[in-house]
């Protein structure tokens, strides 16, 4: 079975800190994606990565960043909390041109 | 612009009826299409797919219709149970890695 395992499930963070949410999967996939959901706007894709150090702007990338330095890990980075970054944080894999499978999610309370 | 969309925000259906959701897109380029569910604080999970040299998929409970000439999607669940109630994704992509989300449909399954 797939696995795709997400650092945290709730996060409590305040305006202007640094935030991390790492995302790890066990089936060697070559793609990885962070999206964000809220409701009535469905998954909005914020970045993706097709292979280790590359990465690709999704359709909201603003106040975001990523890395990923090994096959299996993807990293989101909040470089400075803001409160329209309040949100529920899905992280998927995929081997190309196949389904992609999800994490968990990180739901994120930025006060 | 969103090139996936889902209209109707709810749904709600008798346990043992058929339930329908629908969803529409505007890339003719799209050529593989999926529908994921989602339980609340939970990840997606992969449900059916289609690829668009197909007009019909079926696993199960679950059956998945496309029309390319109208660029419409459709998930059947028959008969519905009330642990099909979840949110609804469909899910669209093009000869690539990426894959856009519609906004999704709560279904709720009155017992």
């Known amino acids: 079975d797939v696995k795709v395992t997400q650092s945290s499930r709730y996060l409590v963070k305040r305006t202007g800190e640094k935030v991390f949410l790492e995302c790890v999967q066990d089936?060697?996939?070559?793609?990885m994606f962070w999206y964000r959901q809220d409701p009535g706007l469905g998954l909005r894709l914020i970045y993706f990565?097709?292979?280790?150090?590359?990465?690709e702007k999704g359709d909201i990338p603003e106040g975001y960043s990523v890395s990923r330095e090994k096959k299996e890990r993807f990293s989101l980075i909040l470089e400075s909390a803001s409160t329209n970054q309040t949100s529920m944080y899905l992280c998927?894999?995929?081997?190309?041109?196949?389904?992609?499978?999800f994490g968990p999610g990180t739901r994120l309370l930025v006060l | 612009d969103q090139q996936v969309k889902q209209n109707s925000p709810s749904l709600s259906v008798q346990e043992g009826r058929i339930s329908i959701l629908n969803c529409d897109y505007t890339?003719?380029?799209?050529?593989?299409f999926l529908w994921y569910k989602k339980y609340p604080a939970e990840g997606p999970t992969f449900l059916i797919s289609?690829?668009?040299?197909?007009d019909k998929n079926e696993d199960g409970r679950f059956t998945v219709f496309l029309n390319k000439s109208a660029k419409h999607l459709s998930l059947h669940i028959v008969p519905s149970q009330p642990g099909d109630s979840a949110v609804y994704f469909c899910?669209?992509?093009?000869?690539?890695?990426?894959?856009?989300f519609g906004t999704g449909t709560s279904l709720t399954v009155i017992p």
């Open positions: 998927a894999s995929t081997a190309a041109r196949e389904t992609q499978y």
């Open positions: 089936m060697d996939h070559e793609n």
């Open positions: 990565s097709y292979d280790v150090k590359m990465k």
């Open positions: 890339n003719s380029m799209f050529d593989y």
């Open positions: 289609i690829s668009s040299i197909k």
């Open positions: 899910a669209a992509s093009a000869s690539g890695n990426q894959f856009y």
